[in-house]
């Protein structure tokens, strides 16, 4: 991702699609998904790509009031972006060979 981004081959790869910014915002987009197929390593990979250049992202904030639904948005983005940094979350390097 990182390479196709540095190509400006990806739009808006800071954002996540549920991921909260700042623990006080939101955006939460649906990314199509479309088959691809990509080069690593002299490799030809099937992937299933996601594509966020046209996607609307709505907006959820905690400033909206505590007990909103932007809040509840806000906390339930941070607890999963967490659970899966926690738990399959893994370092990768795609320059290393």
């Known amino acids: 991702m990182r390479r196709r981004a540095e190509r400006g081959a990806v739009d808006g790869i800071a954002v996540r699609a549920g991921g909260a910014l700042n ?8 990314y199509p998904i479309r088959p691809n197929k990509v080069v690593a390593q002299g490799e030809t ?3 299933y ?4 250049k046209d996607t609307v992202l709505l907006h ?3 400033n909206d009031g505590e007990s909103s639904g932007g809040a509840q948005q806000v906390q339930q983005a941070r607890m999963w972006f967490d ?8 370092d990768f390097d795609l320059d290393a060979r």
């Not at 659970?83 to 893994?90: F, L």
Request: a negative charge.
């Open 23 to 30: 623990n006080e915002d939101t955006f939460f987009g649906y």
């Open 45 to 47: 990979i099937e992937i």
């Open 49 to 52: 790509d996601l594509v966020g």
């Open 60 to 62: 959820h904030s905690i």
């Open 83 to 90: 659970s899966v940094w926690e738990t399959i979350g893994r």
